[in-house]
């Protein structure tokens, strides 16, 4: 699995990054392929995948995932942790309750930051 440094030098990785998907939109379509239609996008088969990032928050400390999902599997493909302040914010902006959660706000601006400036 990589980490952030290694990550930064996978440009067409980094490219095929969908920053919209959430965690319940990748259930919905690549789990419950019955509603791929209502979102506008449809999976036609397991060669048909997204590459998106989520923020698990179950252990003590949070750490952001890249996953690349299909209808079959999904697959850890990057973990990154996050500097203290945006931890913080992370933590305070979700009440500090465990969960899967969607890259937004000042998290997402700091990993975009990270991407593609840093």
Request: no cysteine; glycine share 6%.
């Given at each position: 699995?990589?980490?952030?440094h290694?990550?930064?030098?996978?440009?067409?990785?980094?490219?095929?990054?969908?920053?919209d998907?959430?965690?319940?939109?990748a259930?919905?379509?690549y789990?419950?392929?019955?509603?791929?239609?209502a979102?506008g996008?449809?999976?036609?088969?397991?060669?048909?995948?997204?590459?998106?990032f989520?923020?698990?928050?179950?252990d003590?400390?949070?750490?952001?995932?890249?996953?690349?999902?299909?209808?079959?599997?999904a697959e850890?493909?990057?973990?990154?942790?996050?500097?203290?302040?945006?931890k913080?914010?992370?933590l305070?902006?979700?009440?500090?309750?465990?969960?899967?959660y969607?890259?937004?706000?000042?998290?997402?601006?700091?990993?975009?930051k990270?991407?593609?400036e840093?």
């Amino acid at each position: 699995m990589m980490h952030l440094h290694e990550l930064k030098q996978q440009k067409d990785l980094i490219g095929s990054i969908d920053w919209d998907m959430t965690p319940e939109e990748a259930v919905t379509l690549y789990l419950e392929w019955g509603n791929n239609w209502a979102h506008g996008h449809v999976i036609r088969s397991k060669a048909d995948f997204s590459n998106y990032f989520v923020v698990y928050a179950w252990d003590a400390e949070p750490v952001i995932y890249l996953i690349r999902r299909n209808s079959e599997d999904a697959e850890e493909m990057a973990k990154i942790w996050m500097p203290a302040d945006i931890k913080d914010w992370f933590l305070d902006s979700i009440g500090h309750n465990k969960g899967v959660y969607a890259v937004a706000g000042r998290v997402r601006e700091w990993l975009e930051k990270e991407l593609y400036e840093g």
